[in-house]
């Protein structure tokens, strides 16, 4: 099932526009993210084609399903409790059956854990692309031979240097395995290239080394050492790199380059914006999607806060909503029960 069908099939119950723009903190490079609610048809609902979610490829539009929407609430989502509390001017559509979910249906003190665990997951977000940002866009793929060392005299030297000191060929180097020693090997050299030795690698992009049959009695060179776990970290490192330069959004990424910053300045302005707004939970019993400190939230996004004074920030935040945790008369959990059985009256009108 699509976005198109829920629409051709009239299965749509709620429709908002979310993100930045429901914030208030749209620029002009700002998309317009779309969040919903829909329900699917009697027979799927029953049948074995549940389906929970519905979203285009690149997420930035969002259909949950009714239950799945009243659960995720029941958790105090912030996501979407944030969408239950859209602004008049964010509704693109509404069922009249929605008005049965209210919002102080579903706030409780549990927001307190779950917006302040998903605004430190946003600072640890931040704090992973910081080491992304940092790194050349030219990051270069090293080979196995970049972390490979040379034995000798109790030291260790980089095996591509001691090939050039020695005026040595890779490939007309012999290994074979040391008994009882991981990674390491006995490495032998053939100035000639009759003895058939296989080289240290084969081809550049090798992901082995390569042993060699050794007559006996041939002199050996030197011990050669693999740093296996090393070369396995720079792979994945260099993976997760170039799958996050493919995924990234580009402008977003030369903004925090021309600010100077090395973390990503739009994660910890919504980490700001979410602690506020579970201030406000513990303090106010309510949300307000709009904020009133734009010019502050877009402070933090245009680079003018340093990483430390963020950090601050959030430290001062975090202790005011525990603070004001222990006064708010806000319940520790929704009530399950009630919800449950409104959306099981919601299902029965629905299918009726």
Same mark, same amino acid.
């Given at each position: 099932?699509?976005i198109?069908d ?9 429709e ?8 208030? @903190? ?11 609610v829909? %329900? ?10 549940y389906i929970?979610?519905?979203s $285009?490829?690149?997420n ?5 399903e009714? *239950? ?7 958790? $105090? ?7 239950l509390?859209?602004? =008049?001017?964010?509704i693109?559509?509404?069922? =009249? ?5 209210? #919002? ?6 549990l927001?307190k ?5 998903y605004?430190?997951?946003?600072i640890?977000k931040a ?7 940092n ?8 080979t196995? @031979? ?16 001691? #090939?050039?000191?020695h005026?040595?060929?890779?490939? @007309? ?6 008994r009882q *020693?991981?990674?390491? %090997? ?6 000639s290239?009759t003895?058939?030795?296989n *080289? ?14 050794i007559?006996?009695n041939? =002199?050996?060179?030197?011990y050669?050492?693999f ?6 970290s720079?792979?994945?490192?260099y993976?997760e %790199?170039?799958?996050?330069v ?6 977003r990424?030369?903004n925090?380059i021309?600010?100077g ?9 919504h980490?700001?914006?979410l602690l ?8 106010q019993?309510?949300i307000t999607?709009?904020r009133?400190?734009?010019e502050?939230?877009l ?11 963020i950090i ?7 202790a005011?909503?525990e603070?004001?945790a222990?006064?708010?008369?806000l319940?520790?959990? =929704? ?5 449950i059985?409104?959306?099981v009256d919601?299902?029965?009108t629905?299918?009726q």
């Amino acid at each position: 099932m699509t976005i198109d069908d829920l629409k051709a099939q009239n299965l749509i119950l709620f429709e908002v526009i979310s993100g930045s723009r429901a914030f208030g @903190l749209e620029t002009a490079t700002s998309d317009t993210d779309i969040k919903g609610v829909f %329900y699917l048809p009697k027979a799927s609902f029953y049948g074995l084609d549940y389906i929970p979610q519905i979203s $285009n490829d690149t997420n930035d539009i969002v259909y949950y399903e009714l *239950g799945r929407f009243v659960a995720l609430l029941l958790k $105090n989502n912030p996501n979407l409790l944030e969408v239950l509390a859209s602004a =008049p001017d964010c509704i693109l559509y509404q069922h =009249p059956i929605m008005q049965k979910l209210t #919002l102080d249906l579903f706030l409780s003190k549990l927001s307190k854990q779950t917006f302040a665990h998903y605004a430190m997951s946003q600072i640890k977000k931040a704090k992973g692309s910081n080491k992304k940002i940092n790194k050349s866009i030219a990051v270069k793929r090293k080979t196995i @031979l970049d972390f490979c060392y040379i034995i000798e005299d109790q030291h260790t030297y980089p095996l591509n240097d001691w #090939l050039a000191q020695h005026n040595f060929k890779q490939h @007309l180097c012999g290994l074979t395995t040391i008994r009882q *020693g991981r990674d390491l %090997y006995a490495l032998f050299y053939d100035p000639s290239g009759t003895c058939g030795y296989n *080289g240290i690698i084969q081809q550049q992009d090798s992901s082995e080394l390569c042993l060699s049959p050794i007559k006996a009695n041939s =002199p050996m060179v030197a011990y050669l050492s693999f740093n296996r776990d090393g070369y396995s970290s720079h792979c994945r490192e260099y993976k997760e %790199y170039w799958s996050w330069v493919e995924k990234r959004n580009p402008q977003r990424s030369l903004n925090n380059i021309e600010q100077g910053n090395n973390f990503d300045a739009k994660n910890m302005m919504h980490t700001i914006r979410l602690l506020q707004v579970a201030q406000q939970i513990m303090t106010q019993g309510t949300i307000t999607n709009k904020r009133s400190n734009r010019e502050q939230l877009l402070s933090i996004k245009n680079g003018q806060l340093s990483y430390d004074e963020i950090i601050q920030l959030a430290e001062s935040l975090l202790a005011d909503i525990e603070n004001a945790a222990m006064s708010s008369s806000l319940p520790e959990v =929704p009530n399950s029960d009630k919800a449950i059985q409104i959306l099981v009256d919601m299902r029965d009108t629905l299918y009726q």
